[in-house]
């Protein structure tokens, strides 16, 4: 059975810092594609940041800059270290695992409000 499991989110002021983690099991994590989406309150979910299996990482241009993708294949985790937190990067982020066969975490809540 497949899981992804997100954590590290919660609730911080415009400016600070927040690390996230996904932990999975059930795959062979090295050979997948992993990213961060997001899902903004009426808005549609979209990517955030990309890491390949050959540690090649890409980002939305809204995130570029201050946050920074990472993955650890040894224990099955990837990370999204985000920095200079705006408002405008509230949302449930959600961790996945792609290839043939797309895996979705279950999200983890993210709110940057003064």
């Known amino acids: 059975q497949v899981q992804l499991v997100e954590s590290g989110g919660g609730l911080v002021q415009p400016g600070g810092s927040l690390r996230l983690s996904c932990a999975g099991s059930g795959i062979p994590f090295e050979i997948y594609t992993m990213s961060w989406y997001r899902q903004a309150p009426g808005k549609q979910r979209e990517l955030a940041a990309q890491?390949?299996?050959?540690?090649?990482?890409n980002y939305a241009d809204s995130v570029k800059g201050r946050f920074a993708i990472s993955r650890d294949n040894a224990k099955n985790m990837v990370y999204l270290q985000m920095n200079s937190l705006r408002p405008e990067d509230t949302a449930i982020y959600y961790c996945?695992?792609?290839?043939?066969?797309?895996?979705w975490g279950q999200g983890t809540q993210v709110t940057v409000t003064s």
């Open positions: 996945r695992a792609g290839m043939a066969t797309n895996y």
């Open positions: 890491i390949s299996i050959d540690d090649v990482a």
